[in-house]
């Protein structure tokens, strides 16, 4: 049981390109609004930026230059609804630092993309959409597991019935 008291749910995607990849990202991105958390898990060169860019592409409605948070953990960009936080926690030692980034907050306030979900600790939010990016056979194909406990995410992620 998850903490919301919900069975968790899993949707297994395979991807066999990086357009593909960025397909799906386009895929979800209309469905999504405030106070949506997505935690991108995958090791390095797994394609997490990837994917955010694209949605972050998809949600702004243009081809925005989307770089890699690593070096400054934020970028935010205004939508039309809320804002998208694209968060990258790979160089983050502590929970404070977390905190200081003023992410928790903007988990209920607006659409936040988290690379290396695992600094969080116990920050992560219960109600995040989590996307688990492994490699597969070949050098773009992917294997991507959703997994989630809150209700709002069924019909999100039924968009990838495919």
Known sequence: ??????????????????????ELAAMLAPALAAGDVILLQGDVGAGKTHFARALIQSVLGMAEDVPSPTFTLVQTYP?????????????????????????VGAFETDICLVEWPDR?????????????????????????????????WDNKVSRWNI
């Open 79 to 103: 939508a039309p609804v809320c804002d998208i936080w694209h968060a990258d926690l790979y160089r983050l030692t502590s929970i404070q630092e977390v905190e200081e980034l003023g992410l």
């Open 120 to 152: 969080l600790g116990q920050l992560a939010p219960a109600h995040a959409l989590t996307l688990a990016i492994r490699t597969s056979a070949t050098d773009e194909a992917r294997m991507i597991n959703a997994s989630w406990t809150d209700v709002k």
């Open 1 to 22: 049981m998850s903490p919301c008291g919900m069975n968790e749910k899993t949707h297994l995607i395979a991807s066999a390109s990086a357009d593909q990849t960025a």
